[in-house]
């Protein structure tokens, strides 16, 4: 079936830095992509939909300047944390859309800690 | 707005029990896609079984089951004979599109002691 990757599977950054988070469709040209969030012991919420050569359409309530999304290829979407903060601390979850199959495949997540 | 509701924040179960998960939505939306994925403790997303609102067949895979009513806007789980391994948290999630963007239920944790 379909895979999704994603790299980091888990980082540890300083408070004040900024991290990259890389979601890959590896057989399946990813026109759509979607970044969740989930706290500790908490559901997923979705962040933003991010569509290839365009700009991201964040959800209300999330930082555009604050989680930077890139789509730049078909097969790659980005989620830069900028000057994280201990309370960006959280699981991050992309899926992309596979559009010939009509189906969504959830990536294994990035666990990210800002200490 | 879709909204999705799973009341059931744990459930403990010992082995071999039945245990059924609760998941009630809402949407204006004819069409729409339900979900249910499991997330063991790794973080990683299982999917489980997807339906669609034209078909309210209930559907069983070994020993998982689920009741689809629309007249009450129910997507029920059921773990038959549960075991240690199905010891997870489980999300009941709610789409426009096959491939569209989810709403999540809060999630019902799984506890299955021997």
């Known amino acids: 079936g379909a895979v999704v990757s994603q790299h980091p599977s888990w980082v540890i950054c300083k408070s004040g830095t900024s991290v990259k988070i890389e979601c890959r469709s590896l057989?399946?040209?990813?026109?759509?992509m979607f970044w969740y969030r989930q706290f500790p012991k908490k559901s997923l919420m979705l962040m933003a939909t991010?569509?290839?050569?365009?700009?991201?359409?964040?959800e209300q309530g999330v930082e555009k300047d604050k989680f930077l999304i890139n789509h730049a290829s078909l097969t790659l979407s980005t989620l830069t944390v900028t000057s994280a903060h201990p309370e960006d601390s959280s699981f991050y979850i992309c899926s992309a859309r596979d559009p010939d199959r009509y189906e969504q495949y959830f990536g294994p997540g990035t666990r990210l800690t800002v200490t | 707005a879709q909204k999705v509701t799973q009341a059931q924040t744990e459930i403990s179960v010992v082995e071999k029990e039945d245990v059924t998960l609760d998941c009630v939505y809402e949407?204006?939306?004819?069409?729409?896609?339900l979900f249910w994925y499991k997330q063991p403790p790794s973080g990683e997303l299982v999917f489980l079984i997807r339906r669609n609102s034209f078909d309210e067949q209930n559907e069983i895979s070994g020993r998982y089951s689920w009741n689809f009513q629309k007249s009450t806007s129910s997507f029920n789980f059921t773990i038959t004979a549960s075991q240690v391994v199905d010891s997870a948290v489980y999300f009941c999630a709610l789409s426009s599109h096959s491939w569209g963007k989810f709403q999540f239920g809060a999630g019902t944790q799984v506890v299955v002691t021997p």
């Open positions: 057989d399946f040209q990813a026109t759509t």
């Open positions: 949407t204006r939306d004819t069409t729409y896609y």
């Open positions: 991010s569509n290839e050569g365009s700009k991201a359409t964040y």
